[in-house]
């Protein structure tokens, strides 16, 4: 019997759902406006698996880099949750490098 495929998603299923956990203390405590870099990380994260030989690592890091970047999507919807009191708010959020660049652009949304 090969219970490789059941653990796997048992994994995938733990990363994302501490997804969801880091979008609400990342948005609460570095904004929404860090959603470049963390895009960036969730690609280089799936780029990353691709070339990792062995099967856990290669299959724990694509969902990593998954959840990474559905997570940068939802940065965005989590700061207006925020603002309308529906989680803790947090006026002092720690700005991204470029931030003057990175308010011009459209945040991504699914």
Do not use: H
């Not at 960036?40 to 970047?69: E, K, P, Q, T």
């Not at 559905?70 to 207006?80: F, M, N, Y």
């Amino acid at each position: 019997m090969n219970t490789f495929g059941l653990w796997m998603g048992l994994a995938a299923l733990f990363i994302i759902g501490m997804g969801f956990v880091w979008v609400i203390r990342g948005e609460r405590y570095l904004g929404f406006l860090w959603w470049p870099y963390i895009i960036a990380l969730g690609a280089a994260c799936i780029v990353g698996a691709l070339f990792v030989a062995n099967d856990w690592a290669s299959g724990l890091l694509g969902a990593a880099g998954a959840s990474l970047i559905w997570g940068a999507t939802e940065l965005k919807e989590q700061a207006v949750r925020g603002e309308l009191g529906w989680y803790p708010f947090n006026g002092k959020k720690i700005p991204p490098p470029f931030v003057d660049v990175i308010r011009k652009w459209k945040a991504p949304s699914l």
